[in-house]
């Protein structure tokens, strides 16, 4: 496929465990980001991505949020000891070298009981 | 920081109704972009506007960036069903990679 691939679409996790959330970014594309969308709200920043720079972590909510990204390429989300709170739906975007027009997932729906 | 808001954030409309979405920077922009979300989807980017003043058309839609390049808004023309989503813009400053997206417009269109 040539577009954003999320996994999983959707996750459904009790309170206190942790998930991991995957983002597989179009290739050749340099530039990554993460966002959290609450239902019927906007997109809240959480992290961002660029070549090999030090991500811009400004948009995490807590320190329970980390993301990595390896080799360039595929992302992965972190959530410790999830709350209820963090139910949302998380979207990753990527962006080519030079354009930041973001091409987004279709996200994974996270629901914390 | 930079925030972008966005007005209204909800409307109802008729469809062949025309309807109008306002999007104001904090900061000016380098330029602006605008998505569209359908409802249970991921946003789509829709358009770019980079000068000052710029207006570009796409068939029913036509959107402007300001002279200032702080705000922007979205025109449609004669509403369609297939219109409803929530419409994004997202802005970025000068010197900064980041998109801020701004906080979002809900269209609804009665058939």
């Known amino acids: 496929g040539a577009g954003v691939s999320q996994s999983p679409s959707n996750k459904v996790t009790e309170k206190g465990k942790d998930v991991e959330l995957r983002c597989d970014p179009i290739s050749g594309h340099t530039a990554l980001y993460w966002y959290r969308q609450s239902l019927g709200q906007g997109l809240e920043f959480l992290i961002y991505f660029q070549g090999n720079s030090a991500p811009d972590k400004s948009g995490l909510p807590s320190d329970r949020f980390s993301a990595e990204r390896t080799g360039g390429s595929v992302s992965t989300l972190t959530i410790q000891r999830t709350q209820q709170e963090d139910s949302a739906v998380y979207l990753c975007?990527?962006?080519?070298?030079?354009?930041?027009?973001?091409?987004f997932g279709a996200g994974t729906r996270l629901s914390v009981l | 920081g930079q925030q972008v808001m966005q007005i209204p954030q909800y409307q109802h409309v008729q469809e062949g109704e025309d309807f109008t979405t306002y999007c104001n920077s904090s900061?000016?922009?380098?330029?602006i972009q605008w998505y569209k979300q359908r409802p249970g989807g991921h946003p789509v980017f829709l358009i770019q506007?980079?000068?000052?003043?710029e207006v570009k058309k796409q068939k029913r839609l036509t959107f402007q960036f300001g002279e200032a390049k702080k705000n922007s808004s979205l025109h449609i023309t004669a509403t369609q069903t297939t219109d409803v989503g929530t419409y994004f813009c997202?802005?970025?400053?000068?010197?900064?990679?980041?998109?801020?997206f701004g906080t979002g417009t809900r269209l609804l269109v009665s058939p």
């Open positions: 900061t000016t922009l380098s330029n």
């Open positions: 997202a802005g970025r400053n000068t010197g900064f990679q980041k998109l801020v």
């Open positions: 506007l980079v000068k000052s003043g």
């Open positions: 975007a990527s962006s080519p070298t030079g354009s930041i027009i973001q091409y």
